[in-house]
């Protein structure tokens, strides 16, 4: 089972300001890497997948990179309604796994 | 735009089985990966299993022994049931639908409690 670590596990920033979020497999997961957003009470919501692919209707702000073990996501701009919990998610064969997630909050 | 609703008992005693049910409206049921994913109150999320565009299922190694997942694509839906809880099922239960490598639209979420 491939393992997700995300740091840093709660990450305060200031709207305006630039977030950059990581998350580090345990073996290499190719570009088979997603990133979701989670507000209080709702569902996740799919950011970027395929390591640096937006979803559709995501902000531009929202970017994805990395390959291998190594992933980052990078909010370019904080806006009000960025912070909330981000997840990354892979998928091996026929495992799926999340990390535990980084809460990004307001300074 | 595709709408995931969900359904269940949301109270079970101890050792008693969960069972959800998943309907799909506005989209294709063929074709997609279909999984349920849990969230314990204040913790991360956690993959149950899926069942596949060719029926196939997947199971989280953790929850195998107890879980099963089948769909009525008649009906465009899509169940879980899981055996035996506890007090460590208690969770907020998503429907999901997806690709192979991510998951795209998620239901309203239902919390089941397991208390005696």
């Known amino acids: 089972e491939i393992v997700l670590t995300q740091s840093p596990a709660t990450l305060s920033l200031s709207p305006g300001e630039r977030a950059t979020l990581s998350c580090r497999a345990s073996q290499s997961v190719s570009t088979d890497l997603a990133w979701y957003q989670q507000k209080p009470g709702q569902a996740p919501r799919l950011l970027i997948y395929?390591?640096?692919n937006r979803a559709t209707g995501i902000p531009a702000r929202f970017s994805g990179s990395g390959s291998g073990t190594d992933f980052t996501l990078t909010i370019s701009s904080l806006e009000p309604e960025d912070f909330a919990v981000y997840y990354c998610q892979q998928r091996s064969n026929w495992l799926i796994t999340f990390g535990q997630g980084t809460r990004l909050e307001i300074k | 735009q595709v709408q995931l609703q969900q359904w269940g008992a949301g109270l079970l005693k101890p050792s008693e089985t969960l069972s959800l049910t998943c309907a799909v409206y506005?989209?294709?049921?063929?074709?997609?990966?279909w999984s349920w994913i849990r969230q314990p109150p204040g913790k991360g999320l956690e993959w149950i299993g899926e069942i596949n565009h060719s029926g196939g299922v997947n199971y989280s190694p953790s929850l195998k022994s107890r879980v099963a997942i089948s769909e009525d694509t008649s009906k465009s839906q899509f169940s879980l049931k899981l055996d035996s809880v506890t007090a460590a099922d208690t969770a907020v239960y998503y429907c999901?639908?997806?690709?192979?490598?991510?998951?795209?639209?998620w239901g309203q979420g239902t919390l089941v409690t397991v208390s005696s």
């Open positions: 999901a639908r997806g690709a192979y490598n991510k998951i795209q639209d």
């Open positions: 506005g989209g294709s049921f063929s074709g997609y990966y």
């Open positions: 395929d390591a640096s």
